[in-house]
């Protein structure tokens, strides 16, 4: 039998069209679950600055252990720089005792994986093919260990930003619930303001913000458009 979250979606509510509004379906789950016994939520996190929000956000209503996997990140120090961020935001928030606190699992840096897993698609446009590759790369890793470790539900920050694609993203973490037998959050956080909310949180905790999501190949299309803007 598949398992499913307190409150859990399990399919039975989804609209199957393509013009799902995944915030009021996380509307209805929060009400669902809201004066229960709090789910625990794995929740893939691509960096402090998109994890403000949605940790404001989704705290009251479960605990929640952040999962740091950004294999994408393609110079080391980056993503140690990044990691750091996490961390740092993650104990400010924790200082607040009026939520649940906040743990954090930080995943093997595998920028190799992510090489391998997007070969042959390098000159792929920004927001196509192989961004849905790394959407899958980092979700499946956050579904195996939500099954490993017993988690109601798995999510990500990832559709916050407005690059990102909330309905592939959802798409992919739906197959993967199929998969795994993990009730996967359908999210698309940038609505409500979530983005803007971010931006705001990013300056009061000082967090450092980047301007490409971490790979080589977004940070050279970053740079062609400074190029071009010149």
């Known amino acids: 039998m598949r398992k499913t979250g307190n409150g859990g979606n399990g399919g039975n509510n989804r609209n199957n069209g393509n013009n799902r509004n995944y915030q009021r379906e996380l509307d209805g789950l929060l009400e669902r679950i809201s004066g229960g016994p709090a789910p625990r ?7 402090a600055p998109c994890s403000s929000y949605v940790l404001e956000y989704l705290r009251k209503y479960f605990r929640i252990t952040v999962f740091y996997y950004n294999p994408n990140i393609s110079a080391e120090p980056e993503y140690r720089k990044r ?3 996490q961390k740092r ?12 606190p906040i743990e954090i699992i ?3 840096y595998q920028p190799d994986a992510f090489y391998e897993a997007v070969k042959g698609m390098e000159e792929c446009p920004e927001g196509g093919g192989r ?4 959407y899958r790369l980092r979700l499946e890793k956050t579904a195996l260990l939500a099954k490993e470790g ?5 999510a990500t920050t990832l559709s916050i930003s407005p690059l ?6 959802n798409e992919i973490g739906e197959e993967l619930e199929a998969e795994y037998g993990v009730s996967w959050l359908p999210s698309d956080f940038k609505k409500k303001d979530g983005y803007k909310r971010s931006i705001q949180l990013s ?8 301007n490409y999501c971490g790979c080589v190949y977004s940070m050279r299309q970053q740079e062609m458009r400074k190029e071009v803007e010149k």
């Not at 939520?41 to 960096?47: A, I, P, Q, R, V």
């Not at 990102?164 to 993203?169: D, G, Q, V």
């Open 106 to 108: 930080e995943g093997d």
């Open 131 to 134: 961004c849905f590759v790394c």
């Open 203 to 210: 300056a009061e905790y000082g967090l450092y913000r980047q």
């Open 164 to 169: 990102k694609n909330a309905r592939k993203l």
């Open 150 to 154: 017993g988690y109601d539900y798995f």
């Open 41 to 47: 939520l794995l929740l893939h996190s691509c960096c």
């Open 83 to 85: 990691v750091e961020e």
């Open 89 to 100: 935001l993650i104990a400010a928030y924790n200082e607040q005792a009026d939520r649940y």
